[in-house]
């Protein structure tokens, strides 16, 4: 299984980011798998963004809930995230993961690399 991040490196403050996820090698709707975001900040840790099942429900962190939407493209299995009105703070590398069934977001087992993001003000 292969995930690839792909998106714009740059965005200007109170725009939407958009990121995708390309997933190859398995389906995104295959049961019981969920599809991640997750961030990591310039010197600071991992932090869980959201999810799509395989079912297509979503899960956001109660922290971003507010400015973030995850859908996907089952044709061309692909999940995006979209988070709106960004700040300088969101700046960092975004990547997207896969949970397999029974584990939770402590046991993602595919990521993809990575993409920055940097948010100018």
């Known amino acids: 299984v292969q995930l690839q991040e792909s998106g714009p490196g740059l965005v200007k403050s109170s725009q939407t980011l958009s990121l995708t996820c390309t997933v190859s090698?398995?389906?995104?709707?295959?049961?019981?798998?969920?599809w991640n975001w997750i961030r990591q900040p310039p010197g600071k840790g991992l932090e869980w963004i959201g999810a799509?099942?395989?079912?297509?429900?979503?899960y956001y962190s109660p922290t971003l809930k507010s400015r973030i939407s995850i859908s996907r493209d089952t044709s061309n299995n692909q999940f995006t995230l979209q988070l709106r009105s960004v700040i300088p703070e969101d700046t960092a590398v975004y990547y997207c993961?896969?949970?397999?069934?029974?584990?939770?977001?402590?046991?993602?087992?595919?990521w993809g690399k990575g993409t920055l993001v940097t948010v100018s003000s």
């Open positions: 090698g398995g389906s995104i709707t295959t049961n019981y798998y969920y």
């Open positions: 993961a896969r949970i397999p069934p029974g584990y939770s977001t402590t046991g993602m087992d595919y």
């Open positions: 799509i099942a395989y079912s297509g429900s979503t």
